[in-house]
């Protein structure tokens, strides 16, 4: 389903007029396309295919926002982590300013409709994000895995609060030195994980040992 709706997201970038700035937007989508086509051929689900189809429908819906120059390469050729994943670290540690936001690059929007395109990207975004932990976390046995080995976790979990409060979006990450952490310690998951898997097997051993019978 996901993958029939992309391929009919493709086709419709492809047979409308395009401006160059239009182009840009369209060749982040065809990145995160190649992405999702890749997972699709080697039939991977998980996590990171559900953070790619959420992030082509966010950015399909807000096809004004043209990504800076240089941009495109540092998330798409990423070396750390794949383009959804990229390109979500950069929308959080540069504090969503890699699109250009000039009205007049973009003819008839204004400095108003940007401002509530990012607002609805920001608003998405934190919860796509969010999503995507909580499926790295479900790869874990260890239900506190991510909180314990990321503690900068809870400053972004309580951002998301934030967001039920109505707190305007663009006011919501003061602090990006903390998610930086994150995605830094994101970018070694394989052995979070084994750690994680290591810890746990420690509390079953303790666990075991308490239950034992204490020799007379």
Do not use: W
Request: proline fraction near 4%.
């Amino acid at each position: 389903m996901y993958f029939l709706s992309f391929i009919f997201l493709i086709v419709s970038f492809i047979l409308r007029p395009q401006n160059v700035e239009a182009a840009q937007v369209s060749d982040l989508i065809r990145c995160l396309g190649q992405e999702e086509l890749a997972l699709h051929k080697q039939k991977l689900a998980g996590p990171l295919y559900q953070l790619n189809q959420e992030l082509i429908v966010l950015f399909a819906g807000n096809n004004e926002l043209i990504l800076k120059d240089g941009l495109y390469e540092q998330i798409c050729q990423n070396k750390d982590f794949s383009p959804s994943v990229a390109l979500l670290e950069k929308l959080f540690t540069e504090n969503y300013k890699i699109f250009n936001l000039d009205k007049e690059m973009i003819p008839g929007a204004t400095s108003l409709g940007h401002h509530v395109i990012m607002n609805e990207l920001k608003d998405r975004g934190h919860l796509i994000f969010a999503n995507y932990l909580a499926g790295l976390q479900g790869l874990t046995k260890d239900p506190h895995c991510l909180e314990r080995e990321i503690p900068e976790l809870q400053y972004f979990y309580a951002r998301i609060k934030y967001l039920e409060e109505d707190v305007d979006a663009q006011d919501l990450i003061t602090e990006p030195a903390k998610i930086e952490a994150i995605f830094k310690k994101l970018k070694t998951f394989n052995a979070l994980r084994k750690r994680c898997s290591a810890y746990m097997k420690k509390q079953e051993e303790k666990k075991k040992q308490k239950a034992r019978p204490k020799a007379r």
